[in-house]
């Protein structure tokens, strides 16, 4: 079965409610294909999982679907083994990869998700999804075994990416740190991924959700920028 | 000899020219116990290593002082072990990390500050001289061998700390980020360093320079908000 992921930027616009732009989406991309998703709540750090799990609960609730989270489990591995999706929520990028790693979820998800199981992140949680977490904004709280991630991408996803800096403040822009990025890991393309956008992958199929821009940026190469009409597909080669 | 560190925020102020609010600072730091530093480049991604010493070398030679880069040293041991001074520089502090474990200078910096030897840090090299890297603002962009630094201090340094945000966007606050760091870090304090301040640390003594105040964060405490007439000793304790 064709790989399906479903990659979102971002749970909640600035002023909007959480979760509000992306449920059509969720509920379009799901379908008949799952009535429970298994949620990995393991970026979440100023909550408890279950008070996370509990808050994402109630939004696939009101779009159909039954959640079940992984920390619940006694076996997680059995857990993503019988998973209809796999949702992962976002918060502490560096906090998600250390669990998932040290709870070994990493490789169960890989091999399930490639079978076709579809996948849902937003913001760490598409992070993830991508070879490593090295284009995360998050800040490093904790140090896990390794920076590899899921690689059911062969690009690198900055979520929240966004052109805006801090007025009167002195530190890089976005694409300065992803450039710099791309010094020290120059075969790898990045996509600059804004707040209200997603990317629907599908087998070799890739487009852009949203009314924002999303941005490629290669090294040596001027950063390209394209709208939910252009074919994406190129990200995959 | 008591130990002597001077930890900056940032090398520029907005606006302002490289290194500028820094300079009587580093003049009077330095005094008459350098004629010589031996500067630590590997923090700097977006060029090379060559120039971005020659930058700084500008600046150092302008207050009286040579620059030697460690990267120049057939035995980057040996030439810490030499070093009048050490002046390690910002930029990615993932990368400089990484470095300073692959060189095999931590260890060694660490022994020769603590014996007295002056250390000079901003931004990315204020955070190594912390224990960890782990309040950096950097983007992860290789793995280091170890997020564990210098630990010439106890608490950890946020620098660029500033209350601002990008307009119209979601991410984290700072404060926010590093109250996420201190649920996994509950022992540590962390200092939000703004931009245009930095701490001299002599012996026992800690001293904010600056015209901005300084924030102290601790775990489920409100946070504090000093400025430079406050006497911050008890940072060390």
């Not at 909550?47 to 920390?71: P, R």
């Not at 490789?107 to 937003?122: A, H, L, N």
């Not at 956008?197 to 599908?202: A, F, H, I, P, S």
Request: aromatic share 8%; proline share 5%.
């Amino acid at each position: 079965m064709a790989k399906r992921l479903l990659l979102i930027s971002n749970s909640t616009n600035y002023g909007e409610e959480y979760l509000g732009y992306t449920k059509p989406h969720i509920r379009e991309f799901l379908g008949d294909k799952a009535r429970e998703v298994l949620f990995i709540p393991y970026a979440g750090v100023s909550m408890s999982y279950l008070e996370y799990a509990n808050k994402v609960k109630l939004v696939f609730k009101e779009m159909g679907f039954e959640l079940k989270s992984i920390h619940e489990e006694s076996n997680p591995k059995a857990a993503v083994a019988k998973a209809e999706a796999i949702v992962v929520g976002g918060g502490n990028t560096f906090h998600l990869v250390h669990m998932m790693h040290e709870t070994g979820i990493m490789e169960p998800i890989r091999k399930k998700v490639e079978d076709g199981t579809p996948f849902i992140g937003w913001s760490a949680g598409s992070n993830v999804a991508c070879p490593s977490l090295k284009t995360t904004n998050d800040m490093p709280i904790i140090q896990p075994s390794s920076f590899d991630t899921l690689g059911l991408v062969p690009f690198q996803i900055n979520p929240h990416y966004t052109d805006g800096v801090i007025p009167n403040h002195n530190g890089e822009t976005r694409e300065q740190r992803i450039r710099e990025f791309l010094e020290i890991n120059p075969e790898t393309q990045v996509v600059g991924l804004k707040e209200g956008t997603m990317l629907l992958v599908e087998g070799e199929k890739v487009l852009l959700i949203g009314s924002k821009t999303v941005k490629i940026i290669k090294k040596d190469q001027p950063t390209l920028e394209f709208d939910k009409n252009v074919n994406l597909d190129f990200l995959l080669k």
